[in-house]
């Protein structure tokens, strides 16, 4: 079992930046792959970012490829979502998920995190 919350969301103005970070609980928090989501009002959730345990590789959606870095720190238990150069359509509520799978699929996560709300103005 894992519990995740995430934390570092807020208001910014284009061009800023965030991190997220998101607090897991779980013995075996590091052998699990773990994914960003966001859900802006009136859309479906989509993947962001996907870290893998097993070599640290990563996978990031097109929208925010060369922007975001998602990187973990097995030691403090914490996913991170580094989001420079943001934009309005940034906007949305972000999570953080885990899973035993390679996969940018919402329905392959196996936990998932509240949400914290990201709001970029113009």
């Known amino acids: 079992q894992v519990q995740l919350v995430e934390s570092g969301g807020g208001l910014v103005q284009a061009g800023g930046s965030l991190r997220l970070s998101c607090a897991a609980s779980?013995?075996?928090?590091?052998?699990?792959?773990m994914g960003w989501f966001r859900q802006a009002p009136e859309k479906e959730r989509e993947f962001v970012a996907l870290l893998r345990w097993t070599d640290a590789s990563t996978v990031y959606a097109n929208s925010v490829k060369g922007r975001f870095t998602i990187s973990r720190d097995n030691a403090k238990n914490t996913v991170y979502l580094q989001m420079n150069r943001l934009k309005p359509e940034d906007t949305a509520v972000y999570y953080c998920?885990?899973?035993?799978?390679?996969?940018?699929?919402?329905?392959?996560?196996?936990?998932w995190g509240q949400g914290t709300q990201v709001t970029v103005s113009s």
């Open positions: 998920a885990a899973t035993d799978f390679v996969t940018v699929e919402a329905g392959s996560y196996n936990y």
């Open positions: 779980g013995r075996t928090f590091s052998r699990y792959n």
